[in-house]
């Protein structure tokens, strides 16, 4: 036991040292990570003169009147974008949820001629990305125009959205409803369930966490999109916030202040989001990395 | 569930009901895969094809395209300097995302370890960048990287400590670097996010055998974690190579490829050429070359994953 003591100290002190360096790395990249952040939240709290006196110093006392003309000046529309934000991330979530979940079934559970090559088709679309893919998919919107108004519309931009989240989230969903045990749809057919009572009374309550783990990587893939509205939408009525914002800074560049009080506004429901959803999210991203 | 009720229904079922049955299952197979299978085949399998045929004409869309080119289109892109300003840029992100992101997203990810105290909240905070917006990323990074060192914060770290402004995105030497810089604040934390879960998926055992068996720290991490987190690294690479190809949101509001062409991308050079000067047919053989690209280094991916994972033991 004596022996063995300062054999003992010795580790203990390396070990604090070890994690004396561990905290020291970490901790400077916290500060990397938050600089940007700051500097942004201190803008928007600083009226136009402070931020050109002394930019960098803390916002005391803050100062709310950027933030109030964002949110109420008629001319800047924050909340039309917001509005318009939010229907495009519903509706491309909900059709994304329900679309891939009925396809993922089929490829998981069922049995049936060309599945295989099906299912590789859809894989297929991991290799075309929306950004490479975007100016062939203008076309077809262009084409198809006359018979279905899609360009200027937010059903062109849930469309799109839907279209080029297929891949991955049926891949994803695909892995999640193998992975539930045989024995329980052997049970249920043996019950006398249908292959669609299966889906819609045991798989899909099972798979919950699965859905909304899609569902805000969803969420957040719709909510933060700017090419696929930049290119799509024309009317200053129906742009989203990327856009909107994206078209602010073009506008009001020059006032620092202002244009750091909106940049932070519309950053706000993404990080509340994320700080609720964060374990779904982690979970579908890591899921979708391991299986694509 | 109706259990019981439903039991009889097998004693009842006759050789032939096997039929009606199995049209109902084709029927729901049929109907669950047809709203997947029409937007897919229409909005991304379709487009590909049509971006071919229009890539062999002069088409400034207006009308049907009339003015067939041959393969023109394709060979003044390889022919355009600004072009090929935008691969090297391509191959340079790669490069840096390989040699610098990666390894400090692995570092960050074998700092945190398993069981740092903490751990969960250096992962939040680090991931959060990935989670905001592209057009708010690049808006905070023009902030700080303002040449004016009482606008810029960058700039006014490098004065304080005595050394001169520099005009990052204004100078066509640092202006990839520096989108380089903001690349790799918003996406750091997603690679360390794979990592910490590749690592986490490694038996405590194995390490712990090494420790046993004599290995020191660096001994342990090269020949024991290393090897082990290959199919995490090849998926982090994956990503990696395929976003330096696509990269065009952060770039475009950063510097619109500028200054002279300096920072332009591949989806830059496709953007300005289809959507701002509406040369539709060229621009098209700029996506067809971006989608060669995207499936040559898909096609070497899927040949690399097919060697089996370590800990997957049999494949």
């Not at chain 1, 018979?147 to 991955?168: C, H, K, N, R």
């Not at chain 2, 105290?117 to 991931?127: M, Q, S």
């Amino acid at each position: 036991m004596q022996k063995t003591t300062p054999h003992r100290s010795s580790w203990n002190t390396r070990k604090i040292f070890q994690r004396f360096l561990q905290y020291f790395v970490l901790v400077t990249v916290l500060v990397a990570v938050f600089v940007p952040i700051t500097i942004l939240v201190f803008g928007a709290l600083k009226t136009r003169g402070e931020l050109m006196t002394s930019p960098y110093t803390v916002p005391m006392p803050p100062r709310w009147e950027n933030i109030i003309a964002v949110l109420t000046s008629p001319s800047y529309t924050f909340w039309a974008m917001l509005r318009n934000s939010l229907m495009v991330m519903l509706a491309t979530t909900t059709g994304v949820v329900v679309i891939c979940s009925l396809a993922a079934f089929v490829f998981a559970r069922m049995r049936f001629r060309m599945k295989g090559a099906i299912f590789q088709l859809f894989t297929l679309g991991l290799m075309f990305p929306i950004t490479i893919a975007i100016l062939p998919v203008y076309f077809v919107l262009r084409q198809l125009n006359p018979y279905v108004p899609l360009i200027d519309s937010l059903w062109g931009v849930i469309i799109v959205q839907i279209a080029f989240q297929l891949s991955g989230n049926i891949l994803i969903l695909r892995g999640f409803f193998t992975a539930i045990p045989t024995e329980l749809q052997d049970a249920a057919y043996i019950d006398g369930c249908t292959a669609f009572d299966f889906f819609w009374r045991i798989l899909l309550p099972l798979a919950k966490p699965a859905l909304a783990a899609v569902a805000a990587l969803t969420m957040i893939m719709s909510w933060n999109d700017l090419l696929v509205p930049l290119v799509i939408i024309n009317s200053d009525k129906l742009w989203t916030l990327p856009l909107g914002t994206m078209q602010f800074q073009g506008q009001y560049g020059q006032d620092l202040a202002l244009v750091s009080a909106f940049v932070a506004i519309s950053a706000l429901p993404t990080v509340i989001f994320y700080l609720i959803a964060e374990r779904q999210i982690v979970s579908g991203l890591t899921a979708g990395a391991i299986k694509g | 569930m109706q259990s019981l009720p439903a039991i009889p229904n097998i004693f009842k079922q006759k050789p032939g009901d096997g039929a009606p049955h199995r049209f109902q299952e084709n029927l729901m197979i049929f109907l669950f895969l047809l709203p997947a299978l029409i937007l897919f085949l229409l909005f991304v399998i379709f487009p590909i094809f049509s971006s071919i045929y229009y890539s062999f004409f002069n088409w400034k869309g207006f009308g049907p395209a009339v003015d067939y080119v041959g393969l023109d289109n394709y060979k003044n892109i390889l022919n355009d300097k600004v072009f090929m300003i935008a691969v090297r840029n391509a191959f340079l992100l790669i490069a840096l995302s390989l040699f610098v992101q990666l390894p400090l997203s692995m570092m960050l990810a074998v700092l945190v370890g398993r069981d740092l105290p903490g751990r969960v909240f250096f992962r939040t905070i680090f991931f959060l960048p990935y989670v905001l917006s592209e057009v708010i990323a690049a808006l905070m990074w023009l902030f700080i990287l303002n040449p004016d060192p009482n606008r810029g914060f960058v700039n006014a770290i490098i004065v304080f400590f005595g050394g001169d402004a520099q005009p990052w995105l204004g100078s066509t030497n640092l202006v990839l670097l520096a989108i380089f810089a903001a690349l790799t604040w918003k996406y750091f934390g997603y690679h360390m996010l794979l990592f910490m879960t590749g690592l986490q998926n490694i038996p405590k055992e194995i390490e712990e055998a090494g420790v046993v068996d004599g290995a020191n720290a660096f001994q342990n991490f090269f020949f024991i974690t290393l090897p082990l987190l290959a199919s995490t690294i090849r998926t982090s690479v994956y990503i990696s190579v395929l976003g330096s190809i696509q990269q065009f949101i952060m770039v475009w509001i950063m510097t619109r490829g500028g200054p002279v062409n300096a920072s332009e991308t591949m989806a830059t050079y496709m953007y300005r050429f289809g959507f701002v000067r509406f040369q539709l047919g060229y621009g098209s053989a700029v996506a067809i070359y971006m989608f060669l690209l995207c499936l040559i280094f898909s096609l070497i991916y899927l040949h690399l994953t097919r060697k089996p994972d370590p800990l997957s033991g049999i494949e």
